[in-house]
């Protein structure tokens, strides 16, 4: 880390570090510097008024930080305001990030995501872009006439280095080296040293909870232990605010992700990995869920963030960036009115980004809408919604910096879109008329039951005592407002037995006579892509798909929300992966198979990444094992309707599908690119 002062590693396990002048700090024993008998009154180094201390426990958890409280084992935490919190931004969108070390140590002191601070590793190579995401440190320092003095003090040796292109914005850095004893040490001398903003990071409880698990004793005993040098630091803070009544003191605790059942931090988006806390020696009107337990399930996101810590402390120090400034992908916690759950869609027309929200305890003050430093709307009071016409001068993708105001509250977020010029309302983009060509099956989906337009298939429930198929609004606003088919795995039957089946009368993937097909349709996931954790769920397959090398074709929903396209033969596999969906958000997913050729190719057009495809090389021993297992296509589950029931840990739940159509040919990228483009249902050429 650039600092003003530069400071080495403190020793292993000692604690001893590097020598450095803290005007005010007392000798230790063994100077020769004998003790007065009638000692001076303290008087505190440095100045009064607004300081703050946030504190990072690595490995800490809710839970374990709860229980360790009721045993009466973190007492120094026992008066403050403790709340669940969630951190790796959303799944299935481009704040997505991994709950892991780096990315939540990045997340703290920039109150950002991933797609402004850009440490996505535990790497040594990873470094915040000063640029898009200063630190709370350079954030302070702007208020040049507090003349505030920043420091930082971690167990961590990777965290120091991720400041590396943020110049002469701490005051004072330690890299304790792994020793938590030093941590404590140096926090409490820049403390009586007069720091205004300290942040001190501990790492023992996760070491031992990675080594021992989280009902270790020796987990007990380090959670124990990081409390209790946590209240030597308020003690030294208590002794302060004791001589000077106008040092006004915020102190947050907080943990970086949460960690998995086994002590572990997995980096996923699961509950226990986007678990965390919030700690507060203040009362923050802002913080929801004090006292209480962690969701076990996704209204956890519905509380505050780990981007909330950086915003809660400037705020404290009077150092909030402006409105049009400001770039925090959380609030300010001491606000009363909470804006949660901001999230961006691309429209229907893919010339307009769908903004959402919500507020409680709204305030009567309109809510305002700034684009890229820029008002553009001005909303009644308590608004939740707000869908912004964007012009640009060709199709392509574009990113904007959305912040919303509700009175004294303020988030930001980064949009994406993959714009479409609107064309004159006279010549409106067009579906390619070729797309007519070769089509075997056409399943609008807009009514139950299911309908082949080509009357060549059946598409009906795996069980008919398992009927998950509902039909629902598409979520678009008119004149593109339609039905489409939601598929709901977690209606099954006594068996296990989920999902919906298509049937062909002459499969493609066995006729001979058919030697390049084509699979598309329209695909949306929920708002958190939640089917794809675990061994991910599958979003259409012919095959046994708990392992990819089993016979057949199939496409799964993964981690991220990552589609992957996989064919097998029993005993060899080829896969083409790392397509990106967005959560909650229409995208059209096709794939391509050449028998002859040996390729297959494989496509996802989603509305905020753009266009996705790739092809793989695929051999001819697969191509005579793409029938699978001869039972049809499913969709939410695989060829056996009992793909769920097998892999108990993919969850179970709902994928929305529309214009489901198979061809007995391969699609040119042009004819693709207009399915997404035009939005218009095949439909309007078979029916002109």
Request: net charge neutral; charged share 15%.
């Amino acid at each position: 880390m650039a600092v003003l002062l530069a400071l080495s590693a403190c020793g292993g396990g000692g604690g001893g570090g590097a020598s450095f002048p803290l005007a005010g700090v007392p000798p230790t024993a063994g100077t020769g510097n004998p003790t007065p008998t009638n000692p001076p009154p303290i008087v505190n180094q440095g100045k009064s008024g607004p300081k703050a201390l946030v504190v990072e426990i690595d490995g800490l958890t809710h839970a374990a930080l709860r229980d360790a409280i009721a045993q009466k084992k973190a007492t120094a935490l026992q008066a403050f305001q403790i709340a669940p919190a969630w951190t790796g931004g959303a799944n299935g969108t481009i704040s997505e990030q991994r709950t892991s070390d780096n990315p939540g140590w990045a997340t703290l002191l920039t109150g950002s995501w991933v797609q402004r601070h850009g440490v996505r590793w535990d790497t040594s190579d990873q470094r915040i872009d000063a640029k898009l995401a200063p630190s709370i440190f350079a954030l302070a320092k702007k208020n040049t006439a507090a003349g505030y003095k920043t420091a930082a003090v971690t167990a961590n040796s990777r965290y120091p280095t991720l400041l590396g292109n943020e110049t002469g914005t701490v005051d004072a850095a330690v890299d304790c080296a792994g020793s938590d004893t030093c941590v404590t040490e140096r926090a409490s001398q820049l403390i009586d040293a007069g720091q205004d903003l300290i942040v001190a990071q501990y790492g023992a409880p996760a070491i031992a909870a990675a080594a021992n698990g989280l009902k270790a004793d020796g987990y007990q005993r380090a959670v124990a232990d990081t409390s209790a040098a946590v209240g030597q630091l308020l003690a030294r803070i208590a002794q302060r605010t004791a001589n000077d009544a106008k040092e006004d003191w915020l102190v947050i605790v907080t943990t970086g992700h949460g960690l998995d059942a086994f002590g572990a931090s997995t980096g996923l988006q699961t509950i226990d990995g986007k678990t965390i806390f919030i700690a507060s020696n203040k009362n923050l009107a802002g913080l929801p869920g004090t006292g209480a337990a962690a969701p076990a399930d996704n209204t956890l996101l519905q509380l505050a963030a780990a981007t909330d810590i950086a915003p809660t402390v400037l705020r404290h120090l009077g150092t909030l960036p402006t409105t049009t400034d400001y770039r925090f992908n959380g609030q300010a916690l001491q606000a009363a009115t909470s804006l949660r759950s901001l999230a961006a869609k691309t429209g229907a027309d893919k010339a307009s980004i769908e903004l959402s929200w919500t507020l409680a305890s709204a305030t009567t003050a309109p809510v305002l809408v700034i684009r890229d430093g820029k008002l553009v709307a001005t909303l009644p009071p308590g608004s939740t919604a707000y869908t912004d016409p964007i012009v640009a001068a060709s199709d392509g993708i574009y990113t904007y910096q959305y912040t919303v105001v509700a009175g004294e509250t303020i988030v930001a977020l980064t949009a994406q879109i993959a714009y479409v010029k609107p064309a004159p309302p006279e010549l409106p983009v067009p579906l390619a008329a070729t797309l007519v060509n070769g089509l075997l099956n056409y399943y609008p989906l807009d009514t139950l039951p299911a309908t082949d337009i080509k009357n060549a298939s059946t598409l009906a429930p795996w069980a008919a005592d398992a009927n998950g198929g509902t039909v629902v609004d598409d979520g678009f606003k008119p004149p593109y407002k339609v039905k489409a088919l939601r598929v709901d795995s977690t209606v099954k039957n006594a068996s296990g037995m989920a999902g919906y089946r298509l049937v062909q009368n002459s499969d493609v993937t066995t006729n001979p006579a058919v030697t390049t097909f084509t699979i598309g349709f329209w695909m949306r996931t929920d708002n958190i892509c939640s089917q794809g954790v675990s061994n991910g769920g599958t979003v259409i397959g012919n095959k046994n798909y708990t392992t990819g090398g089993n016979p057949g074709l199939a496409i799964g929903l993964f981690g991220s929300c990552e589609i992957r396209f996989n064919v097998g033969t029993g005993s060899a596999r080829a896969d083409s992966n790392g397509y990106s969906l967005s959560a909650g958000q229409w995208a059209y997913v096709a794939v391509t198979i050449d028998k002859v050729a040996l390729t297959m190719k494989g496509y996802v057009l989603d509305p905020v990444k753009g266009i996705q495809a790739n092809s793989t090389t695929i051999t001819s021993a697969m191509v005579d094992k793409l029938g699978g297992l001869g039972n049809g296509l499913g969709l939410n589950e695989d060829g056996t309707g009992l793909y769920y029931q097998r892999e108990s840990t993919s969850p179970r739940g709902a994928m929305d599908f529309n214009e489901f159509a198979i061809w007995n040919r391969a699609l040119t990228n042009d004819e693709l690119t207009s399915i997404f483009k035009s939005g218009q249902p095949l439909m309007t050429l078979l029916f002109p």
